[in-house]
């Protein structure tokens, strides 16, 4: 197998890992695959070659899959989390990168797994879990990170309501080169216009995994 070769397995590992998300916490499912989709994208307008985009896609996909772990009181809960409950949420990206660990023998898994155990960390140094700073934290974390807090404020949970677009928007370029990398929001807030429409693109082909995972999901 050469270094860039994608596994042919590869999806069955992300039906079975986001299974177990979906009945845990639909929300964090479909959120899990929106940044997959969406974090291909960038990885695409950055000009990352093929392969790049599916292993980022995947750690889109896999970035969340930790919070199944967590207790599903706090994972769930409609109130604000108190400082306890907090710390324990702040695990997930460790334990998502657990989950595939042991598949890191593989080129294309293990190439995914900072995107994912990294997508907390922020520019300026205060991220978790290492406090990681401007370069030192991985590209493809950087990317996730964006994608990942605009779909987040852009979507209802339980504890509060969605942000709107242009609010969230604001959110990121209020945070540009403190909390995000700044060159990554520029190029993100130039995809937003698009990415409605290709959303509802993508979900009718087939090749897609995003689709095929939600569509097997339905």
Known sequence: MAWDDIPDWSLEVAEQLLAEVKEKDPFTFFHCCRV??????????????EFEQSVIEYAGLFHDIGKAKIPTEILTKPGRLDSNEIEIIKT???????????LAHVPFFRFMLPGVRYHHEKIEGTGY???????????FARVI?????????THARPYRNPLPEEKAIKELKDFSGRQF???LVNYFLELIPHLKKEDEKDQHQEEVVVSHLIKKAA
Do not use: C, T
């Open 36 to 49: 997959g989709r969406r974090s291909r994208k960038l990885a695409k307008a950055l000009g990352l070659n």
């Open 92 to 102: 997930h990206p460790e334990l998502s990168a657990d989950m595939i660990k042991h």
């Open 129 to 139: 879990p290492n406090a990681l700073s401007g370069d030192s934290i991985p590209l």
């Open 145 to 153: 990170a964006v994608v990942d807090s605009f779909d987040a404020m």
């Open 181 to 183: 990398d700044a060159k």
